[in-house]
């Protein structure tokens, strides 16, 4: 599968952006889901995540209650609506897919930067 992310860009804090991937094949319904980021001279952190289902999501700590992952099968989509943006959250933002018995995320998007004004 080839992921394709997009949707980021320069917002103020406490603004919203909706980022967007695209992934290509059939089988997009039966991938589990995830976004990451990385911040400059950070690691890659997990956002969070969602089942092939569209169930049991799962988000950081950091960004509860502010980020919601969520999918749409039909459109071969995943999307991460951003909302209450903080300049911490300013990072390139990674959509990444679980294929099933995979361990870990093996398909990686190319990346969309986020970044937040003070």
């Known amino acids: 599968v080839q992921l394709q992310a997009f949707g980021g860009g320069l917002v103020q804090a406490g603004g919203s952006l909706r980022l967007s991937c695209a992934a290509s094949g059939r089988t997009f319904s039966t991938y589990d889901m995830a976004w990451f980021r990385q911040a400059p001279g950070k690691e890659r952190e997990f956002v969070g995540s969602l089942r092939w289902s569209g169930g049991s999501t799962r988000h950081a700590d950091s960004v509860k209650g502010r980020f919601t992952i969520s999918r749409d099968n039909a459109k071969n989509t995943v999307y991460l609506q951003m909302s209450s943006l903080k300049p911490e959250d300013t990072a390139v933002y990674y959509c990444?897919?679980?294929?099933?018995?995979?361990?870990?995320?093996?398909?990686w998007g190319q990346g969309t930067q986020v970044t937040v004004s003070s």
């Open positions: 990444a897919a679980r294929s099933a018995g995979a361990n870990g995320y093996n398909y």
